[in-house]
């Protein structure tokens, strides 16, 4: 009985160390996405962020989220510098909608 109670322990234990360290990593970019059209995507973005190389990613990129997906981008390619200097100040996010942005924002 105490052999049970001491594996249950030690699966805990192990389980609780394994989900706790998994939320310390950071999603990053590994490369950029190619865009073929660029102003057909720019239609679609809902909001994006700043990936610097710092901490644990190595890859500085522009995080974009779309309605279905996340892409990252090359800050330094000439339409996406246009963009982020356009909208700099005027990012849409999710949380400033009462509903999800699926819903909500429509172009």
Same mark, same amino acid.
């Given at each position: 009985?105490?052999?049970?109670? =001491? ?7 192990? #389980? ?8 310390? #990593?950071?999603?990053? /970019?590994? !490369? %950029? ?7 057909? =995507?720019? &239609?679609?973005?809902?909001? %994006? &962020? ?11 990129? %522009? ?9 990252? =981008? ?6 996406? !510098? !246009? ?7 005027? &990012? &849409?996010? /999710?949380?400033? #909608?009462?509903?999800?942005? !699926?819903?909500? %924002?429509?172009?």
């Amino acid at each position: 009985m105490r052999f049970q109670l =001491l594996t249950l322990a030690l699966m805990a234990a192990c #389980f609780s160390l394994s989900t706790s360290q998994g939320n310390s #990593f950071e999603d990053c /970019c590994l !490369k %950029y996405y190619h865009v073929k059209h660029p102003t057909r =995507l720019q &239609r679609h973005i809902i909001n %994006y &962020r700043e990936q610097t190389t710092g901490g644990s990613c190595n890859l500085h990129a %522009y995080v974009v989220e779309l309605r279905r997906a996340t892409i990252c =981008l090359n800050p330094n390619e000439p339409w996406v !510098k !246009k963009y982020v200097k356009r909208n700099g100040k005027h &990012r &849409r996010k /999710c949380s400033d #909608f009462p509903k999800s942005c !699926k819903r909500q %924002y429509k172009h």
